[in-house]
């Protein structure tokens, strides 16, 4: 069995990825980056990455940063990359800062090759939007269009597929490390 050094990790919103995925960082080679792309706006995003930077303190994690431009990362070596979260980078790569939309799947698929061949392992972490069948508004919905394309060529790509259930791994795709 082949140790699986891509893997996706999907889910609801409150599904235990992000817990998950950190414990699969762990079980892989170091160094480990924690690439958080979530864009901090004001105090209640300031303190949410409080939160998750206390959580991870003394894992062994190296926390980046990273909004955009994923290309222009530099990693301190070819470890693990757990990337948190795709629906974020989608968002700030798709939205200008006057909030005009881009076509950013090019850009945002490139960046994710570019990490993959610079580390051993990458984990990237998304969720599943647009499940509900909802209609919203033609921003939100291109959103949710590209995101769902992301997902869908990286589950394509990766070795590995897993989709979080109630805090519960559900394999769909592969072999777990």
Do not use: W
């Amino acid at each position: 069995m082949r140790m699986a050094n891509r893997i996706l990790v999907t889910g609801g919103s409150g599904s235990g990825k992000s817990t998950f995925a950190e414990a699969l960082a762990l079980r892989l080679p170091a160094p480990r980056v924690y690439l958080a792309t979530m864009r901090v706006f004001g105090t209640e995003e300031k303190a949410k990455v409080g939160r998750h930077k206390a959580l991870r303190a003394g894992k062994g994690f190296v926390t980046i940063e990273r909004e955009t431009d994923l290309p222009g990362v530099s990693l301190p070596g070819r470890g693990t990359v757990l990337l948190e979260c795709m629906c974020n980078l989608a968002a700030n790569e798709m939205f200008d800062s006057c909030g005009q939309i881009r076509d950013a799947y090019e850009t945002i698929l490139t960046g994710v090759l570019s990490l993959e061949k610079r580390c051993g392992s990458l984990i990237v972490v998304t969720n599943d939007v647009g499940g509900d069948g909802g209609e919203y508004a033609e921003s939100t919905m291109k959103y949710v269009e590209l995101l769902g394309r992301l997902n869908a060529a990286l589950a394509a790509r990766f070795e590995c597929v897993c989709e979080m259930v109630c805090g519960i791994p559900l394999v769909l795709k592969g072999d777990l490390p």
